[in-house]
């Protein structure tokens, strides 16, 4: 006989958005719990061993574990229900309205878990070099960068002693750091694009300050090896395209690809949850509410993030809309489309209502040191903001403050370089 | 002790003959030189059981695969892989490929294949509604069919060790000698294997065994195709396999909705020089893109989750291989085994009982003979009822170890149990991995649970045998260089 339990909050996820967004339903009284495929609270934080975490929403550095052990314990106090080594297979929008999520465990088996409110905080995953169709063949000795950071650092596992990371992700750059520590030496970075694509601090402190090598605008065109790795050939690149005359070898047993992630939306996706290609994430509204009534997202699944803290501010936030329809407020109904325009890949949310003041996220297209972001509507420029640093590794925020955001009518917003002013 | 038959090369045609000898009252060995089954060609295969209307009759290739064909409701009752008839059609979209389709139903119906249909545009749109509406007609073939050849492959090995059948892997012959009517197989680490008759499904190096044994000789020249498979959430997925109109060498470049649910396109076509290069290309990758749209203009690059490439052994003179040696005493040919080998598998191993019991072979069946297997329990086929019963018996049935196929814990150590102790292994037995994040989340897990169930340690195991180490030893193994991290932090 499969059980059935009821929660006014279900949160999918126990990362730094769910736990966070958790914290903020448990501490208004509502009954949350919170599933998570692991048997420990942190998500992927609990792998990401190196400092840096917090700076913002501590006010400290911290390392990934520490961070996770802070918000869980918050988290824990407010009076957050867990389910740990749960995996969430379906969520369900029954007839009458009501959310219904079918979970899997050890310990429990097959269970229904009903709730009034559906939160999806279950992060991203790790582009593949399938989703690259990087040519070669297929040995041993090829990862994500993420999931040689969770044999090395959860497992004790050397994942090899000489590596080429490919992609120069904020993940691939902390592995450089990491293998190099561990005794692995890592012979290069390779990107494709003609600026790295993580962060700049990272870039200064776990290359430049390792003498590790950073191939911008080359591309690895070539794995080799049977049983496992022996070396990769890289090109540079021209206009995009690898310049195969020049291509050279780098002998190596082991490949990182660090390329980007994708929100894993998967679960959404089947429960009716509509997606933005531009993220990969679910369009919502300034309530963080998806197209599918009662069903929230924050964090990584909704778009990813470069810093945790935002994670976390932004789960909190979601969680405050959350309470609000609990207490009877209207849905996305009376919302007015929110767009990006030139130069901007995306905007989050995908919706405003009038008079209520939201933080808009961005990610840029371009690479600049003076941009200006403006939002605009009805013909209007209702504000702007200057950047002194415009990377599109770099996520973009913009309070709007609802005495601004008074009309309807879509709201559009661009980003331009400064020196076209 | 001397074994009856030694069947040489555990890909889908060496492990259909041990199968279909498992019947009868033999000692049979069926040697592997890799360390899983069906991991040289079989693994690669397209999985399509075709419908028989490629190849003119007058074709060893031909008759096999249409009787093979016939044969598969039969072995997925017994043996419970997944296989399903799709249904195979060809697109036309021009008047010289319509008289090429025209030609193919033609032989189509000469061969004898079931219900072969001349399609006009219409009809095409409303069998497969993916298709290029350009599409001016072509030919529908409502008995070809997708298959899993490595399941197959498992099940047919399942199956026929639990009839007597000894599985050796990691066994590479390197020498053999006979005396007193036995020959005497030796592998390249020292193993000895002792058998009356010996069949030689060595695929890619069935030219190499076939001269150790002192046979005839032959090349077998490997043709490279390459394949790409796509995410299961691809709206590309067609309804039956689409195939364009075929080329000299090869049945062209397809569209494939594999029963498992993801969508593959391929193959290439081809030749190599080399038996080891099974990497995959840039060039073909588009080369795959560019014919596939022509066919389901929906394909997108952003739905590819891998890339994979297989070599056919191809013979000469295009046919199979398959018969009794004229050099070699009690030795069976079994090579050239290219497209449809596959679909003819079940009626190649048949054929070489058929060789066997005309060289002498006794033949008698065996009173007690289990054909059928226990049904597999898989997650992503179980009712949540059904489920809830699995955990009642077993609670490793709702631990979720990879995400993405929802493959249990209960899964994967049963693979393991079963002998696939490689990373691979435990992934084409279960799933597990071979989804959207190509095992970036579960393959440490499942590395946990094989090196739990089997007493090796993590950083010894391999993803396929041989020298794929996944890992390089334990943190702390490795001297760091701290000249150089000092360095760095003094920068």
Redesign the interface.
């Known amino acids: 006989m499969i059980q059935e339990e009821k929660y006014e909050v279900a949160v999918i996820g126990a990362g730094a958005a769910g736990l966070c967004a958790a914290t903020v339903c448990a501490s208004a009284g509502r009954n949350t719990l919170v599933v998570d495929r692991e048997e420990h609270p942190g998500g992927i934080l609990r792998q990401c061993i190196h400092s840096g975490f917090g700076l913002r929403y501590f006010k400290e550095e911290l390392t990934g574990p520490e961070y996770a052990e802070r918000v869980a314990e918050k988290a824990e106090r407010a009076g957050v229900r867990f389910r740990f080594g749960t995996t969430v297979v379906s969520i369900r929008r029954e007839t009458d309205g009501a959310l219904c999520l079918t979970s899997l465990s050890t310990a429990e088996g097959v269970r229904i878990i009903r709730a009034d409110a559906v939160i999806l905080a279950m992060g991203c995953r790790e582009r593949t070099r399938g989703n690259l169709a990087v040519p070669g063949s297929r040995p041993a000795g090829v990862f994500t960068a993420g999931a040689a950071q969770r044999l090395l650092n959860i497992e004790g596992i050397l994942p090899g002693k000489k590596a080429v990371i490919a992609g120069s992700g904020d993940i691939g750059l902390i592995m450089a750091r990491r293998l190099t520590w561990a005794g692995i030496r890592v012979e290069a970075v390779v990107e494709i694009m003609p600026y790295p694509a993580g962060l700049t601090r990272n870039i200064v402190q776990c290359l430049d300050d390792f003498h590790i090598p950073l191939l911008l605008e080359h591309s690895l065109v070539n794995i080799l090896g049977h049983g496992r790795v022996e070396a990769v050939e890289v090109a540079p690149l021209s206009r995009g395209v690898p310049v195969t005359e020049r291509k050279f070898r780098i002998d190596c047993d082991t490949v990182l690809f660090s390329v980007g992630l994708i929100p894993e939306n998967e679960l959404s996706a089947e429960a009716g949850v509509e997606l933005n290609p531009a993220t990969g994430g679910p369009l919502v509204d300034s309530s963080y509410e998806t197209g599918v009534p009662g069903i929230f997202a924050c964090g990584n699944v909704l778009h990813v993030h470069d810093l945790v803290d935002f994670v976390s501010e932004e789960a909190e936030h979601a969680a405050r809309m959350v309470l609000r329809r609990l207490d009877g407020s209207d849905g996305g109904s009376g919302q007015f489309p929110v767009r990006a325009e030139s130069n901007l890949k995306y905007v989050v949310p995908n919706r405003f209502l009038p008079g209520c003041g939201t933080r808009f996220a961005f990610r840029s297209l371009i690479v600049c040191d003076d941009g200006v972001l403006e939002a605009e509507q009805n013909g209007k420029i209702l504000l702007s903001k200057r950047f002194s640093c415009v990377r599109p590794a770099e996520m973009l925020t913009l309070e709007v403050p609802g005495s601004l955001l008074k009309e309807p009518g879509e709201l559009k917003f661009r980003l331009r370089k400064g020196e076209e002013i | 002790m001397v074994y009856d038959v030694a069947v040489i090369g555990a890909g889908v045609s060496g492990a259909s003959t041990a199968w279909r000898l498992s019947r009868y009252q033999l000692h049979t060995v069926l040697l592997e030189w890799r360390s899983d089954v069906g991991f040289g060609v079989s693994k690669a295969n397209s999985g399509i059981i075709h419908a028989g209307f490629h190849h003119q009759l007058s074709t060893l290739k031909a008759r096999l695969e249409i009787r093979g064909n016939l044969m598969f409701e039969a072995l997925q009752h017994e043996l419970g892989f997944p296989f399903r008839r799709t249904g195979i059609l060809v697109a036309a979209f021009s008047r010289e490929e319509m008289a090429t389709v025209h030609k193919l139903y033609e032989q189509g119906i000469a061969n004898g294949v079931p219900g072969m249909e001349m399609c006009g545009r219409e009809r095409l749109l409303q069998l497969e509604k993916k298709l290029n509406p350009e599409v001016i007609g072509g030919c529908f073939a409502p008995g070809g069919g997708t298959i899993e050849p490595y399941r197959y492959v498992f099940s047919l090995v399942e199956s026929a060790t639990r009839n007597g059948v000894c599985l050796k892997c990691d066994f590479e012959v390197a020498e053999a000698s006979r005396a007193e009517d036995v020959w005497r197989i030796r592998s390249s680490s020292g193993a000895e294997v002792r058998a009356r008759y010996v069949v030689n499904a060595a695929g890619l190096f069935a030219d190499r065994v076939s001269g150790i044994f002192g046979a005839e000789e032959f090349t077998i020249h490997p043709r490279k195709g390459e394949e790409?498979?796509l995410d299961r959430?691809s709206a590309a997925r067609p309804e039956r396999v689409v195939f364009p109109v075929p080329g000299a060498h090869s049945k062209g470049v397809l569209v494939i909705p594999t029963v498992e649910g993801t969508t593959m396109i391929g193959p290439t076509s081809d030749a190599v020089d080399d038996k080891?290069?099974?990497?995959?290309?840039?060039e073909q990758?588009q080369r795959i893109l560019s014919h596939v749209r022509n066919l389901i203009p929906g394909v997108s690059?952003r739905d590819?989750?891998?890339?994979?490439a297989g070599l056919r052994p191809v013979m000469d003179n295009e046919d199979f291989y398959i018969a009794l040696s004229e050099k070699a005493p009690a030795f069976v040919q079994v090579a050239g085994i290219q497209s449809p080998g596959l679909t003819a598998s079940p009626a190649i191993g048949e054929y070489v009982k058929d060789l066997l019991k005309s060289a002498g072979l006794p033949l008698l069946e065996k009173v007690h003979f289990a054909v059928e297997l226990a049904p597999r329990h898989e997650?992503r086929h179980e009712s949540?009822?059904a489920?809830?019963r699995l955990?009642?018996g077993n609670?490793?049935?709702?631990?979720?170890v990879c995400?993405?196929e929802?493959i249990?814990?209960a899964e994967i150590v049963e693979a393991v149990r079963k002998g696939h102790t490689t990373?691979d292994g435990v992934k084409f037995y279960t799933r597990a991995g071979m989804g959207?994040?190509?095992?970036?989340?579960c393959?440490?897990r499942i590395?946990?649970i094989i090196s739990r169930e089997t007493g090796i340690p993590?950083?010894e195991l391999?993803?396929?045998g041989?020298?794929?180490?996944?890992?390089?030893?334990?943190?702390g193994?490795?001297?760091?260089?701290t000249a150089?991290?000092r360095?760095?932090?003094g920068?």
């Open positions: 790409y498979l959430s080891f290069d099974t990497a995959a290309s840039a990758m690059p590819l989750i891998t890339s994979f997650v949540p009822a489920l809830d955990h009642s609670p490793a049935w709702t631990h979720i995400r993405c929802k249990s814990e990373l959207r994040c190509q095992g970036g989340f393959a440490a590395m946990r993590m950083e391999t993803k396929k041989g020298n794929s180490r996944l890992a390089a030893g334990r943190l193994d490795l001297p760091v260089n150089e991290v360095g760095g932090e920068a």
